[in-house]
């Protein structure tokens, strides 16, 4: 696996970590079809959170929420569907981001819900 990958993986472990700090359940992580690609789904308060991970060393160039893109949106929503399809789910859908900055000695999370619809 490159090195990107593997900071990718780590770095949606942390954001798994973080959301069941605050209380959610993770239903799922890494779901691939091939629509695309989800990173964490996660359930909290009558909501099913499809999240999108993204790390960054810094802003300095751009916020971590801008790389997700109107494709990559569709392509989530499109992967959500077909997860919602497969079971039967109650829960009200929600796509959030999670954006990591990684500076040494400062991890820094930033969870935007409802990033997009």
């Known amino acids: 696996m490159d090195k990107r990958k593997l ?3 780590g770095g949606e472990a942390q954001a798994a970590a973080y959301l069941r700090s605050r209380g959610y359940e993770l239903l799922g992580m ?3 079809c091939r629509a695309g690609e989800i990173d964490i789904i996660a359930a909290r308060d009558g909501f099913v959170a499809f ?3 993204k ?3 810094d802003a300095r160039f751009a916020q971590a929420r801008e790389a997700v893109t109107p494709a990559k949106q569709r392509r989530i929503k ?3 569907l077909e997860w919602l399809s497969a079971r039967e789910c109650e829960l009200q859908p929600r796509f959030d981001v999670i954006e990591i900055y990684t500076r040494p000695g400062e991890d820094r999370i930033i969870h935007l819900e409802n990033a997009f619809e």
């Open 7 to 9: 900071a990718g993986r």
């Open 30 to 32: 890494n779901y691939a």
């Open 51 to 53: 999240v999108e991970v």
């Open 55 to 57: 790390l960054r060393a």
């Open 78 to 80: 499109l992967a959500a």
